[in-house]
């Protein structure tokens, strides 16, 4: 079984940037994917990474956000968001995508003036 701890969020203003991390407990080779969930939707996939780096995003969030990883332990993901909107605001969680293992708490993201 893997962990993961995500961190980061927090309240900030339309236009504004977050940088969360992601911490998974061993090694991962998979692709690695940050996901959102808002209450009363499913969660949704927002960037995925591959081992080698190829990168992937949901429309909305394309030219704003950058998903990378840690390629020398392979132990971290981060997801930089810039260019923040309201209705980025979620709670933030990273997994392999597809999802393999138990989500950790998220990190809340609140874009709000």
């Known amino acids: 079984q893997v962990q993961f701890v995500e961190s980061g969020g927090g309240l900030v203003q339309p236009g504004g940037s977050l940088r969360l991390p992601c911490a998974a407990s061993?090694?991962?080779?998979?692709?690695m994917g940050w996901y959102r969930q808002v209450p009363g939707k499913q969660r949704e996939l927002v960037a995925a990474?591959?081992?080698?780096?190829?990168?992937?995003y949901t429309d909305s969030v394309k030219g704003r956000f950058t998903i990378s990883r840690d390629n020398a332990k392979n132990t971290a993901a981060y997801l930089q968001m810039n260019s923040l909107k309201p209705e980025d605001t979620a709670v933030y969680y990273c997994?392999?995508?597809?999802?393999?293992?138990?989500w950790g708490q998220g990190t809340q993201v609140t874009v709000s003036s």
């Open positions: 997994n392999t995508h597809p999802s393999l293992f138990r």
């Open positions: 061993r090694s991962m080779t998979n692709v």
């Open positions: 990474v591959t081992s080698g780096g190829s990168t992937d």
